[in-house]
């Protein structure tokens, strides 16, 4: 009896394996549901289980990192003017999905986007799922194409870490989690949806007062900096570019800086000394006449 | 002989386990759109577009990429990022009626935080400009642009001067 038990765990275990390949837990449950290995009971409970699970920032599915990203830069859009300068905003793009593709995440759900922001604040920021935004005044301090690049790889590397996703209050998740994980249709009911925007509201209001505000946690810019160091050494860029531009920050307390970068960033010299060893140990690299042509052609009528 | 019949029942059991978990893994497509290529590349020849929700074969996996297989057959590379591979973590509890199965993205789909819950933020907050937000996301770089863009600049796979 004990054997016949033994058995049918171990045929149960083998279906579920099966199962889990084929497709997910649904599925699963209902294989074993049909072979007699569970009660009915028991399929509800773990397709339950595996609904509500959810209890961290990785959890967040790729198509609600999206929904989250895409207000996240309509509240960044809100403080500050587009620039019109479709010359410009091109090559931005360009170099930004190029370095996209050579990150640990080169596709998400739609895509790596890139728009310059009219002002001379000394800012970049990046919402999370791919929606990265630089401003004219910090492009105006890069004087090569390399220095952009390693700027651009440091924000997808906030996009790659889901740095945006990890400031959002844990207890916030929870709310949310507990929420949706009971409700398993895709139209929600004006009570539950009311609840839903609040928490949503909330979340945004985590991510844009540490992306704006409050600027991540030290560790998260570090990790920001190993990552652009990783992504555009592979896209044989000059990593040299990221201290270049952070020796033009050292000691500037102008007010442009000091609403943006200056604000939400760990001090430069720190930075400088935590990411040099990775630099050095890629090496130097020439910087191609095509990268310094294009560049200054591309930033030519900035004011 | 009970104890022979024992060990050829638990041996049988043990049979279908390792022929379960060698069975094929289905990925699942978890972004808007994206393609399967001829070799493990960017820059490879895409062989057929994919959507959210397509189911493909995994055959071998290298460097970040994953060989599969489409259910018409086809065979082709996709990045790992582009996927979710649905997993049931059995080592994480010795009871199967508490399996720590992640929520996958295919049953997640449509589902928190969507479209209709941004409708709502946004009737609440008619200051913003989605459709800013709309515009940044219709601007998508072409494939052989950005290849021309690496070639020019001798930058990631057709360049790296030292």
């Known amino acids: ?303 | 002989m009970k104890i022979r019949k024992r060990s050829l029942v638990l041996f049988g059991g043990l049979l279908i386990v390792l022929l379960a978990m060698a069975a094929d893994t289905v990925v699942v497509v978890k972004i808007q759109t994206t393609a399967i290529r001829q070799n493990p590349q960017f820059f490879s020849p895409a062989l057929v577009s994919l959507k959210a929700g397509d189911k493909l074969t995994k055959i071998s996996e290298s460097n970040g990429w994953i060989q599969v297989k489409t259910q018409t057959g086809l065979v082709g590379w996709i990045h790992s990022s582009a996927v979710d591979v649905p997993k049931v973590n059995l080592l994480a509890s010795n009871d199967p009626m508490k399996t720590q199965a992640k929520a996958s993205e295919v049953a997640l789909a449509g589902k928190g935080f969507n479209q209709q819950v941004e409708n709502s933020y946004k009737s609440k907050h008619t200051e913003l400009n989605f459709a800013l937000v709309d515009r940044m996301l219709q601007v998508k770089i072409a494939s052989n642009l950005i290849e021309a863009f690496l070639r020019q600049g001798r930058l990631g796979d057709f360049g790296g001067a030292k």
């Open chain 1, 1 to 303: 009896m004990r054997t016949l038990r033994a058995f049918s765990a171990l045929l149960a275990l083998g279906l579920l394996l099966l199962a889990s390949g084929c497709s997910v837990v649904q599925q699963g449950t209902d294989v074993l549901k049909g072979t007699g290995a569970i009660t009915s009971d028991q399929a509800n409970t773990i397709k339950t289980t595996s609904e509500t699970i959810r209890s961290t920032f990785g959890d967040i599915s790729e198509e609600e990192e999206y929904y989250i990203g895409r207000s996240v830069a309509a509240l960044i859009l809100s403080r500050y003017p587009v620039l019109q300068n479709a010359a410009l905003t091109q090559y931005i793009s360009t170099m930004g999905s190029a370095i996209a593709l050579y990150s640990d995440r080169p596709e998400t759900f739609a895509g790596y986007h890139f728009l310059v922001l009219d002002t001379d604040e000394v800012n970049a920021l990046a919402a999370p799922g791919g929606l990265v935004f630089l401003t004219k005044g910090l492009i105006k301090r890069c004087q090569d194409e390399d220095t952009l690049a390693l700027i651009l790889a440091h924000e997808i590397g906030h996009v790659n870490a889901k740095h945006g996703l990890q400031s959002i209050k844990k207890s916030r998740l929870v709310d949310a989690f507990k929420l949706l994980g009971t409700t398993a249709i895709k139209t929600y009911a004006p009570d539950t949806l009311a609840k839903l925007t609040g928490i949503f509201e909330d979340t945004l209001g985590d991510i844009v007062g540490s992306l704006v505000e409050r600027g991540y946690d030290r560790k998260f810019e570090y990790e920001a900096d190993g990552l652009a160091v990783k992504f555009a050494g592979r896209a044989h860029y000059d990593t040299g570019g990221l201290t270049r531009f952070l020796k033009t920050m050292v000691g500037d307390s102008s007010a442009a800086s000091g609403k943006g970068w200056f604000k939400t960033h760990p001090a430069p010299q720190d930075r400088i000394k935590e990411v040099t060893p990775a630099i050095t140990a890629l090496g130097a690299v020439k910087i191609a006449d095509a990268r310094t042509s294009r560049f200054k052609q591309a930033v030519a009528g900035l004011k």
